[in-house]
Each structure stands twice: as structure tokens, then as C-alpha cells.
């Protein structure tokens, strides 16, 4: 078990730019999540995948933010025109799909829009 | 209102002390409980889950839940320097396999 795994680590972008970040979730969990957290707040749900197929999207999601995951192994978080609102720790997560499987999450990756 | 609450903090203990952290949740079809602790700059790591009434207990830490009260506690005894993190309540509907989580409860433990 390595554990899930995120990169970059750190993503500092100019407003506008579009980011991707990458999520690793650990092998033989089939349920992905992503999540934001700021500082001082707990982690807001973002979406999920059940092996490649995205199962939710949360309401606050823009349209400016997609998943993916392909073949349902590892995924990615496109921001597209980031904006300075979009600072935060972004959190991927994964699990089991049984019933009160728990989340385990990678280390983040911190993005800062400058 | 969110749907799970908890006492922001900070909340401070001497070593050997018992830090007791509260949660409260909305949805009353949540079934599935867990605490994450989370040091500064650093991901949530799973330290408890409870799903029954009553009181688990792992190493220093105990997880106690009521749902009629729609309530989860978090005990650390003998608390530790090293306990000092930011504790994480969250809660899962059933049927639903996401978590919701609250703020989060800042605790010290003063050497």
C-alpha cells in the first residue's frame, strides 16, 4: 500500500492560467474523490468517480473546473481561467466502495493564484 | 446550517490531560462517523470511525456517538505535544459515500 499520491505538491499560477493536477488513488480502491480545503475550514466536497465513471459533482463546482479518470486508475482536476478564489488545498482521496468504507487522502496539492 | 458542526477552539490541555472534542450533525440518516487529524500544512489522516452507539475505544482515543442527539465525541487521554493537530469530525449518509466535514476543532497540548 503506497498510498494515494498527488502532484504537484505546490502550483503557484498566474489569474487566468489554466492548471491540471494529478491524483494517484491507492491500487485497489475504486472509489475517487476530490476535495478543497482553505484555511481554517474542513474539506468541501467536490466530485466523485466510482472506478471511471463521475457519480456526483457538487453544486458549488464551476464549469470552469472537469475530472477525468480514465480507465478508472488515475485522475486529474483541470481548472481552466483560474481565479484568485481558487487558492486552496486540493484533496484527493480514495476508498473501498463497500458501505462505510473511510477516505484515505494523498498530501494535497496547494495551488496559489497570484 | 452545515451539516456537521464543531467548536472551532483553540482548544488547550495540559500534557497528560483529557482533550474532549464535540460534533454535532443535521442529517439524521448519517450512519457513518470519523475523526481525521490533521497536523499543520498536511493532508487529514484517518485516526477513528464508529457507526453504533455507544463508545469505541483505540490506544489513548475513544469515539463516542448518540444518534438521537445527533451527536459524536472524540476523547484523548493522556493527551500528548504530539496530539496537537487539527481534528476533523465527518459524517456519511447512507447510501451516500461521500463525507461531509466540519471546520475542524484546533487543539494544543501545552508541555
Known amino acids: 500500500d503506497t498510498g494515494v499520491s498527488q502532484n504537484p505538491r505546490h502550483k503557484i499560477t498566474k489569474r487566468g492560467q489554466n492548471v491540471t493536477f494529478r491524483c494517484d488513488p491507492i491500487?485497489?480502491?475504486?472509489?475517487l474523490y476530490w476535495y478543497r480545503q482553505t484555511l481554517g475550514q474542513g474539506p468541501e466536497f467536490l466530485t466523485y468517480?466510482?472506478?471511471?465513471?463521475?457519480?456526483?459533482k457538487s453544486r458549488l463546482l464551476s464549469d470552469r473546473f472537469s475530472a477525468e479518470r480514465p480507465k478508472g486508475s488515475f485522475s486529474t482536476l483541470e481548472i481552466q481561467r483560474t481565479e484568485q478564489g481558487d487558492s486552496a488545498m486540493y484533496l484527493c482521496?480514495?476508498?473501498?466502495?463497500?458501505?462505510?468504507?473511510?477516505?484515505?487522502f494523498g498530501n494535497g496539492t496547494r495551488l496559489t493564484v497570484t | 446550517q452545515k451539516e456537521v458542526e464543531q467548536n472551532s477552539g483553540p482548544l488547550s490541555v495540559p500534557e497528560g490531560a483529557i482533550a474532549s472534542l464535540n460534533c454535532t450533525y443535521s442529517?439524521?440518516?448519517?450512519?457513518?462517523f470519523f475523526w481525521y487529524r490533521q497536523y499543520s500544512g498536511k493532508s487529514p489522516e484517518l485516526i477513528m470511525s464508529?457507526?453504533?452507539?455507544g463508545d469505541k475505544e483505540d490506544g489513548r482515543f475513544t469515539a463516542q456517538l448518540n444518534k438521537a442527539s445527533q451527536y459524536v465525541s472524540l476523547l484523548i487521554r493522556d493527551s500528548q505535544p504530539s496530539d496537537s493537530a487539527t481534528y476533523l469530525c465527518?459524517?456519511?449518509?447512507?447510501?451516500?459515500?461521500?463525507?461531509?466535514f466540519g471546520a475542524g476543532t484546533t487543539v494544543t497540548v501545552r508541555a
Open positions: 442529517d439524521r440518516g448519517s450512519q457513518s
Open positions: 482521496a480514495s476508498s473501498l466502495s463497500q458501505t462505510n468504507s473511510p477516505l484515505h
Open positions: 491500487s485497489e480502491h475504486n472509489r
Open positions: 464508529i457507526y453504533s452507539n
Open positions: 468517480f466510482q472506478n471511471e465513471a463521475q457519480l456526483e
Open positions: 465527518a459524517a456519511a449518509t447512507r447510501g451516500d459515500y461521500k463525507l461531509s
